[in-house]
């Protein structure tokens, strides 16, 4: 995924996504719950907010970053 700045920039962006998903189903999933079908904790849920936001963050730095071109100097 990281052959070109976008696709990098896709996949952060995606997997932060992913993570913040799963960061809302274990707070919504109770922890003992027959539908808590991907075994996740406090510890875990913190982890999935922690990466969702950091990777989402870095997909928008990066973005900004990217979009900048410099001009060739003569």
Do not use: K
């Not at 896709?10 to 707070?27: A, K, M, P, Q, R």
């Not at 913190?46 to 928008?60: F, I, N």
Request: proline share 5%.
């Amino acid at each position: 995924m990281a052959r070109t700045p976008a696709q990098s920039r896709n996949f952060l962006l995606y997997g932060g996504i992913v993570y913040l998903v799963l960061w809302l189903y274990g707070l919504f999933v109770g922890h003992e719950s027959p539908a808590n079908f991907v075994p996740v904790n406090n510890a875990d849920n913190w982890l999935h907010l922690v990466l969702g936001l950091g990777m989402m963050a870095l997909a928008l730095l990066l973005s900004r970053s990217t979009g900048r071109r410099q001009s060739p100097t003569r």
